[in-house]
């Protein structure tokens, strides 16, 4: 008879430690992505919308309110895609510099109260 297992086998560990320039490069390469995923439902949204004929009535009802010339457009797909361009790419600064912070207070925390404790186990 060989020896006899008890079950699968656990370590319980601790994670001290978050490499803030890791965190960095990781927030950074998941906020582009997230950035180009919001250009294409920016996009998306607006052909939506213009096919359903949303941009040019809004268009008319803003004009008709602002002057009575009726003038060019207010809505345009240079202002929308300019907005949107410029809303991601704050976004990408702000997630950046909040998960890079965060690595930052989580080190903090961990010297202070212990690390968030995981239990990893064999497969069988």
Do not use: C
């Not at 978050?18 to 927030?27: E, F, G, N, R, Y």
């Amino acid at each position: 008879m060989g020896p006899s297992r008890r079950g699968p086998l656990r370590a319980a560990m601790q994670i001290r430690r978050i490499d803030p320039w890791a965190t960095l490069k990781v927030s950074l390469v998941l906020s582009v992505v997230f950035f180009f995923v919001w250009m294409i439902a920016v996009a998306m949204l607006y052909l939506v919308l213009g096919a359903m004929g949303v941009w040019s009535k809004l268009n008319e009802n803003v004009g008709e309110l602002i002057t009575n010339s009726g003038g060019g457009e207010l809505v345009s797909s240079g202002t929308i895609f300019g907005t949107a361009l410029l809303i991601g790419l704050v976004n990408i600064v702000l997630m950046t510099a909040a998960a890079t912070i965060g690595a930052f207070i989580y080190n903090l925390t961990t010297d202070l109260v212990g690390g968030i404790e995981i239990t990893l186990a064999d497969r069988d």
